[in-house]
Nanobody
Framework: QVQLVESGGGLVQAGESLRLSCAAS????????MGWFRQAPGKERRIVGS????????VYSDSVKGRFTISRDNAKNMVYLQLNSLKPEDTAVYYC????????????WGQGTQVTVSS
């Protein structure tokens, strides 16, 4: 069974940084687009950004553009989300997800990691 396991969340102050990691197993990692999503309390889950199988075609939501960076290492089956200049409104549970090339939806999800940013 496919597994996605996020790590690296925590409590930080505004302006600080975090690096989230997502370890993928039991899938042909290089054939999946990987996405990061977040869900704040009482709000819908929204996409943060995604990275294509090749590492190219990185897309970010407007709210994080210029502050967050997505990268992947296909040799290690890992995807990362670097969060810089964090703001209290970035507080959320962050999820990684995998979407098979050619699929219109994300097929697999991790359990999430909490990021809390204090002001």
């Amino acid at each position: 069974q496919v597994q996605l396991v996020e790590s690296g969340g925590g409590l930080v102050q505004a302006g600080e940084s975090l690096r989230l990691s997502c370890a993928a197993s039991r899938l042909t990692f290089s054939t999946y687009t990987m996405g990061w999503f977040r869900q704040a309390p009482g709000k819908e889950r929204r996409i943060v950004g995604s990275v294509a199988w090749s590492g190219d075609a990185i897309v970010y939501s407007d709210s994080v553009k210029g502050r967050f960076t997505i990268s992947r290492d296909n040799a290690k089956n890992m995807v990362y989300l670097q969060l810089n200049s964090l703001k209290p409104e970035d507080t959320a549970v962050y999820y990684c997800a995998a979407r098979k090339i050619g699929s219109g939806t994300y097929d697999y999800w991790g359990q999430g990691t909490q990021v809390t940013v204090s002001s």
